[in-house]
DNA sequence: TCATCGCTTGACGTGAACGTAAGTTAAACG
DNA sequence: CGTTTAACTTACGTTCACGTCAAGCGATGA
């Protein structure tokens, strides 16, 4: 009963869009802990919801050492009561951190959008002069 | 009436939180361009706005390669109108990766605001059981 | 039984983004 | 005029995040 849904390394790495080798880079950071079957390793549920948070938080420009810590924010099984608080202090801040980043992410989105808007115009300007010639 | 609003290296580095090399660095990869009095380095406006852009794609994840192309969008002089248009076409792909981000990003947010909740519960709990014994 | 396939563990290599140390030069100051 | 001071160049070093062999192990199929 406990067998199915776990997954192997090759279909994690389908899956993900991952290699083998930074899967195993992931597990010996401390990133992934996949049980094993003899030697070979074995992908479990909360693995792959690990694995994703790790592809999300690269994606936002975090190094691998910040992400691990924050994995710690959604896996908080039952930790002792000082740990946890720390964690949610390190969770608050990481959130105001995020919204910050949304609120940059915002401004980007609009500066580059005006700037298309200006190379719209350019490019139907050379449009209509190559035309007239 | 031109020598105002230029800075010395050092000048950008404490506005921007900066290392000289860092700068050095980018101009070396062809990310900033500044001036040359003698050996010296003067940094225009133009590359105060360069540098604003170049940290703030390192914030979102880009490569200093990737932030390079999407600089020329910014201030795209005259340029050639095939050249013009490639940059376009660069310039929309990653307005909707940007976009794409945004909405994970909020993602990310939403999940760990929950998170928070369950933490808060919890500390609260653990505050309950320690007063009560 | 033998070979192949998939997974494993080292171990060294690599590209990006700088850090750092050594030595040089130009301007400014006492 | 000597000496700090600040910026410069050159070049090697470092950290992160993997890539890339090399060699071995265990099941599976001909």
Redesign the interface.
């Known amino acids: 009963m406990s067998d199915d849904n776990l997954m192997t390394i090759r279909q994690m790495c389908d899956a993900y869009e991952a290699t083998p080798r930074t899967l195993r880079f992931y597990e010996a950071k401390e990133l992934l802990f996949p049980i094993r079957q003899g030697t070979k390793r074995l992908y479990t549920r909360r693995d792959r919801a690990r694995l994703k948070l790790i592809l ?1 938080g ?4 975090f190094s691998l050492e910040e992400i691990r810590q924050l994995l710690d ?2 896996d ?1 099984g039952d930790q002792q ?1 000082t740990q ?2 720390k ?2 202090e390190l ?2 801040q ?2 105001s951190d ?2 910050n ?2 609120e ?3 401004e ?2 609009e ?3 005006q ?2 808007e ?3 115009k ?2 139907a300007e ?2 209509a002069s ?1 035309a007239a010639e």
Chains 1, 2 share one sequence.
């Open positions: 999300r690269k994606r936002f420009g924010l959604y908080l009561a946890l608080a964690t949610y969770a608050t990481r959130l995020m919204v980043q949304r940059e992410l915002d980007a989105i500066e580059l959008k700037q298309l200006w190379g719209e350019r490019l050379l449009h190559s």
